[in-house]
Structures are given as C-alpha cells and as structure tokens.
C-alpha cells in the first residue's frame, strides 16, 4: 500500500485547510483510515480514524473542527480542518492499518501562524 498526502500549507488562525490522502496497491485488506500529526518534540498523536464500517474517531482537541472522510471510488482519505489553531501545527501524516501492519504516508506540513 502506498499513501501521498498533500495539501498541507501555511494558513492564518481561523482559516480551513483540506488535507487529501491518494492510496494505492492492495488496499482490499484495509479497515482503518486515519490521519496522525507530530510537531516539533512531541509524540505523533492520532487526528481522526474512519473504519471500514463508516464510523468515525476524532481526537479531542480537534472535535468539531477537523472531519475525515474518504472516497471508495477514487481511493482518496480526506481530513477537512476548519478554524485551525496555532496548535494544530504539525507534519500531518496519513494511516492505512491492516489486522497486521500500518501503513504511512511521507506527511505534509501544516503551519498556523498570524
């Protein structure tokens, strides 16, 4: 499974930015999605995660601000982040988890500053 995310950028407080995942390769096994970020001397830390059921994990500190989502069609993993905050700046990087492994993107740069 191969993972590209992009759309990572420098934003001002408050604005959106949406994050896209393309997903590649044996993607049948997969029953997880997620999107993880780590900044600067912090531990990664998990955004969101949508099941192969359709439901939906957010962590706390981004609850009704960030949603995921996903494209079956177009094998695309979306995170939409609305209001962002100097806090959320981090490398972004999205999740494919099988049973047995985890699969990661090479990450994309989210930067909130005024």
């Known amino acids: 499974v191969q993972l590209q995310a992009s759309g990572g950028g420098l934003v001002q407080p408050g604005w959106s930015l949406r994050l896209s995942c393309a997903a590649s390769?044996?993607?049948?096994?997969?029953?997880?999605w997620g999107w993880y970020r780590q900044a600067p001397g912090k531990q990664r830390e998990s955004v969101a995660r949508i099941f192969s059921g359709g439901s939906t994990f957010y962590g706390d500190s981004v609850k009704g601000r960030f949603t995921i989502s996903r494209d079956n069609a177009k094998n695309t993993l979306f995170l939409q982040m609305n209001n962002l905050r100097p806090e959320d700046t981090a490398v972004y990087y999205c999740n494919a988890a099988t049973d047995r492994r985890n699969y990661w993107g090479q990450g994309t740069q989210v930067t909130v500053s005024s």
């Open positions: 390769g044996s993607i049948a096994g997969i029953s997880a």
